[in-house]
Nanobody
Framework: QVQLVESGGGLVQPGGSLRLSCEVS????????MGWYRQAPGNERELVAT???????KYGESVKGRFTLSRDNAKNTVYLQMNSLKPGDTAVYYC?????????????WGQGTQVTVSS
């Protein structure tokens, strides 16, 4: 009943761009997509970009200035525009969504979409 549909991953050359999308649905819940995390082989999952309290956006230090997070509330979809991609950006990118109810936060995750930056 909860679904996070991710798209936009793929292979791109260094300096190129990709746009990831994550559409979230789940009628029994008040679910909102919040942002993206990524995990490279052998590494821990790290923050890429996420919406925080007050509508602010927090970016991982390594992507700040290159990636832009946005959300279309009507479509319940979050986007990650990735520019000036580097080989170090290669990872599986996971969409994160939250359901806030009764003071409790429930986290949901997409299955992951592969981003590979290589010449």
């Amino acid at each position: 009943q909860v679904q996070l549909v991710e798209s936009g991953g793929g292979l791109v050359q260094p300096g190129g761009s990709l746009r990831l999308s994550c559409e979230v649905s789940g009628l029994p819940f008040d679910i909102r997509p919040m942002g993206w995390y990524r995990q490279a082989p052998g590494n821990e999952r790290e923050l890429v970009a996420t919406l925080t309290g007050g509508g602010r956006i927090k970016y991982g230090e390594s992507v700040k200035g290159r990636f832009t997070l946005s959300r279309d509330n009507a479509k319940n979809t979050v986007y990650l525009q990735m520019n000036s991609l580097k080989p170090g950006d290669t990872a599986v990118y996971y969409c994160n969504a939250e359901d806030h109810r009764d003071g409790t936060v429930y986290d949901f995750w997409g299955q992951g979409t592969q981003v590979t930056v290589s010449s």
